[in-house]
């Protein structure tokens, strides 16, 4: 890619990065890894034709995640805050 001037690198990460919820702390500190690794690339990249970007979806109702009437109004109520894209 930057070689080519050109290309994306999309990372998955979560809103658990930021909003970390009881019983839940390895999936938030690795999605908070995700994010963090993330930002660098973006950082390095700058100005190459590479573009980074992370990902990060809420919570998804799934079998293995409680109801959401269970989860803490808090958590409910949280947004993730944007990056700043200023150097």
Known sequence: MLERRRGAI???AS???SQPLP???????????????SRAL????????????????GATATGSSPPPATTPRWARAARPK??????
């Open 10 to 12: 999309i990372n998955v």
């Open 15 to 17: 809103t658990a990065a």
């Open 23 to 37: 019983h839940m702390s390895v999936d938030g500190a690795t999605k908070a890894y995700v994010l963090s690794f």
């Open 42 to 57: 973006w950082h390095e990249t700058r100005g190459t034709g590479v573009d980074v970007v992370a990902i990060c979806p």
């Open 82 to 87: 944007a990056w700043s894209t200023a150097p």
